[in-house]
């Protein structure tokens, strides 16, 4: 491509700023001592353990200084998205040379001994590792696991009108599900509103080990799938530098260009069709600059680029390649004697929050603002008896969550996400305040769709979590409702923000965010016609594995107490919480008064359905989650009716982090509270929500470990009913009660009948079932009468 868009003095100016970031991006990789060469290289100026990623990096570090050209010369707000994995060296190189780093780190100084601490934290002990990881300034996306960068683009940029997240996709990452989806993200994206994402394929060739697809099918079939999606490509395409500086100078000025065009034509002439938004894809050999034999084999452009190509300590040949390597950057022309970058390459960069590393939406917890919050007790159900039976907890909570989209439309920071289940999971009352932002094509019968939206759906878990991992990271509030057993499909995207959070919180200079909220609904207990593959609660294992600092798990009883709970989730920074409740009329226990102390202290004694005041109790039924809850009410009430000598204490938890001891969390209960709850020796039956090994694993510390039985799910469904769900699983109130008197000390004859009855109940239950697919009468009908 032949283009004048770069004087030769701006061409040659280029050239060696990327050449300085090259030479940075190889020091790290390399070298331990001897920063700028002021001595011939020796083996101890080598690291002993070589550990990082060059294939990606000379590329990103031309994107990056191409970037910051457009950026001073369009004035731009930018933010830089590493999505190839590993590319830290360039990231990092990138904002020293623009002097963040040695802000944000002031002992990485920008002097020879900065560039020598710079050059031994990388990929070292206690140092910092080799991708986009929190402690680079500027960096949203970690890069460490591939496919969620382009996602995290476009959350960055929902309701962010001035703000281009350039984002740049390995070919290799482009080959994860999660990436092949994300490229439709330009259908939700509204150039009124939003800002603009412009896509970077980096295309060099290779991945680990194998070839990428996307380079090696034809240009005309690339740029038909990338058509296809919905985009405009300007293609780069070389290894000769000075060619493709003019080619790449070209591309991102059409890019701005035509991304400034579509923006205006959209909000002042009002076109609200569909843009082709441009994106650009750069192909340029992988490891480019680099060795390009080593060993008698190929280097530069091949897959053996990818990570460390050449190992001095263990090759004493590597040694002289690797000073010729790095001297090949010229570095006595790009630093001067102390080694500061010389005063003409510096001003390449842009000042103060115009450069990437600084911008402040790379560090959300900045630009946030509380959420403007209605008084949830204002949706309170009213409750003149426990038992009275409610329309559904999440149905309850919709109302209070229109209105906090109400009350922050202006603010616009607070969005809803879900894969198509806003409606399912119960919160339809959304759709009285706001629609599902959507800018493909619309038809008569569509329901609730316009081009802008507080409610983000797209039949991708993928997408909905990175869209709101990256509204959350540039400073917005928001929460993502999903069935509860297809919240698994994010795990690994979960664990991933929890890591960046953990990591975050102990970064004095990164702001704390709004935390990320997970509605699960449609939960296992209830999925009556859709079956097994529907019933899985697992999510909650993973969850508590991550750090204690970050994560919370709740399990709301009824509606008022999904209120309290909820309010405190949207208020609360810099946590993952996870709410599961129920959909489906249930009963509803406490009053709004009595939910908020309750929820406030997240675990306690339900003294109107105990009957142990000022004795000990004979047996503890504990219960966390509303069905489980409800089949503890149920069996307690069978108990008191046919054993009304039994003293039994009622223990509700909603915040499942209790129950751990505070040495391993800080919400835990100390072991006099615990043992004051339940007991240091009676028998506790315990009514879980899910897996029930958890809360042996929770609470194997404390002294009545070993008297604690617990029920939860078990892996056992199918196509049934709600009750029979629990009869399957042994979460009855038949087996709860059962569990009861077979774990009383000395249990009386009247108590052996009433089991024998129980037992006799469920085999008339499975009957029941059998000839008429539905719960029995008296079980469906039940009514709290303690």
Not at 414 to 441: C, H, K, M, Y
Not at 478 to 506: P, R, V
Not at 591 to 611: E, F, L, Y
Request: some cysteine; proline content about 6%; aromatic content about 10%.
């Amino acid at each position: 491509m032949n283009t004048r868009s770069l004087s030769p003095d701006l061409l040659r100016k280029i050239d060696a700023y990327w050449r300085a970031a090259n030479y940075l991006s190889v020091g790290q990789i390399y070298l331990y001592d001897n920063p700028l060469l002021k001595r011939p290289l020796a083996l101890t100026d080598v690291k002993r353990m070589l550990l990082g990623h060059w294939g990606t990096t000379p590329g990103q570090n031309f994107i990056y200084v191409h970037l910051n050209r457009v950026i001073k010369k369009y004035d731009l707000d930018m933010i830089y998205v590493s999505g190839p994995g590993h590319g830290g060296p360039a990231v990092v190189a990138n904002t020293y040379l623009e002097g963040t780093y040695s802000e944000v780190y002031p002992n990485i100084s920008q002097d020879e001994a900065g560039l020598q601490r710079l050059f031994r934290q990388f990929s070292f002990p206690g140092g910092i590792p080799s991708h986009a990881s929190p402690e680079c300034p500027g960096s949203i996306h970690e890069g460490g696991e591939l496919g969620y960068s382009l996602s995290h683009s476009f959350g960055a940029v929902f309701d962010n009108p001035d703000l281009i997240a350039a984002c740049v996709v390995g070919d290799g990452e482009a080959e994860t599900g999660p990436l092949a989806t994300a490229w439709h993200s330009n259908k939700f994206l509204d150039p009124v509103t939003d800002g603009a994402v412009l896509p970077i394929l980096h295309l060099n060739g290779y991945k680990i080990a194998n070839p990428t697809i996307l380079a090696r099918i034809t240009r005309e079939e690339l740029e038909q799938f990338l058509r296809g999606c919905g985009w405009t490509p300007h293609f780069v395409e070389g290894h000769e530098p000075d060619l493709m500086h003019e080619a790449m100078a070209t591309a991102l000025d059409t890019a701005v260009e035509q991304i400034r065009n579509i923006q205006q034509d959209a909000r002042q002439h009002g076109n609200r069709i569909r843009p082709r938004w441009p994106m650009v894809v750069l192909a340029s050999p992988k490891g480019w600059t680099g060795p390009r034999m080593v060993d008698g084999l190929q280097n530069e452009g091949t897959f053996r680029a990818h990570q460390v190509p050449l190992h001095p300590n263990v090759h004493s040949q590597d040694l002289a390649l690797l000073e010729q390597w790095l001297r090949s950057y010229r570095p006595e022309e790009l630093f001067d004697e102390q080694g500061r970058l010389q005063a003409e390459l510096a001003e390449l960069a842009p000042t103060g929050t115009r450069r990437m590393g600084a911008n402040p939406h790379a560090n959300g917890g900045m630009l946030l603002r509380d959420l403007r919050m209605p008084d949830f007790r204002d949706y309170a159900v009213d409750v003149p008896a426990p038992g009275t039976i409610g329309i559904g907890d999440t149905r309850v909570l919709g109302p209070f969550l229109r209105d906090v989209v109400r009350l922050n439309e202006a603010q616009r920071n607070f969005r809803v996400f879900g894969p198509d289940e806003t409606i399912s999971n119960g919160l339809a009352a959304l759709f009285e305040t706001t629609r599902r932002q959507w800018d493909a094509a619309t038809v008569p019968n569509d329901e609730f769709l316009a081009p802008t939206g507080r409610v983000m759906e797209m039949l991708s878990e993928h997408q909905c979590e990175g869209w709101l991992e990256g509204y959350l990271l540039t400073g917005r509030h928001g929460l993502f409702n999903c069935y509860e057993a297809f919240i698994h499909i994010i795990d690994s995207m979960f664990n991933q923000h929890a890591k960046w959070l953990t990591m975050t919180a102990h970064l004095p200079w990164r702001r704390k965010i709004a935390s990320l909220n997970y509605l699960l609904a449609s939960h296992v207990w209830r999925q009556d016609h859709n079956g097994f593959t529907h019933q899985d609660p697992g999510f909650i294992d993973l969850v508590v594995n991550k750090k204690a600092e970050v994560v919370r798990v709740y399990f709301p009883p009824d509606a008022n107490c999904l209120l309290s709970v909820m309010d405190h989730c949207l208020r609360s920074r810099h946590y993952v919480n996870v709410v599961v409740a129920g959909k489906h009329p249930a009963p509803q226990w406490l009053t709004m008064d009595a939910a908020v102390k309750h929820c406030t202290q997240g675990i306690g004694i339900w003294q109107w359905a105990s009957n142990d005041h000022a004795v000990a109790p004979d047996v503890v039924m504990a219960c966390c989650g509303d069905v489980p809850t409800l089949e503890t009410l149920a069996a307690v009430s069978i108990l008191r009716e046919h054993l009304p000598e039994l003293k039994i204490r009622v223990v509700n938890v909603v915040d499942l982090m209790k129950l751990q001891p505070p040495s391993e969390h800080p919400h835990g209960l100390s072991d006099m509270d615990f043992d004051e709850l339940f007991t240091r020796d009676k028998p506790v039956i315990f009514a879980y929500h899910a897996y029930p090994w958890l809360i042996h694993r929770l609470t194997y510390r404390r002294t009545n470990h070993d008297n604690i039985h617990v029920r939860g799910y078990k892996e056992e469904g199918t196509i049934t009913t709600p009750f029979d769900m629990t009869v399957r699983n042994d979460l009855d109130r038949f087996h709860l009660a059962m569990d009861a008197i077979d774990r009383l000390p000395q249990t009386a004859d009247k108590g052996l009948y009433l089991k024998q009855q129980l037992k006799d109940k469920l085999i008339e239950h499975r009957q029941y079932i059998n000839t008429h697919g539905q719960d029995m009468p008296e079980i469906r009908d039940w009514k709290w009468t303690g």
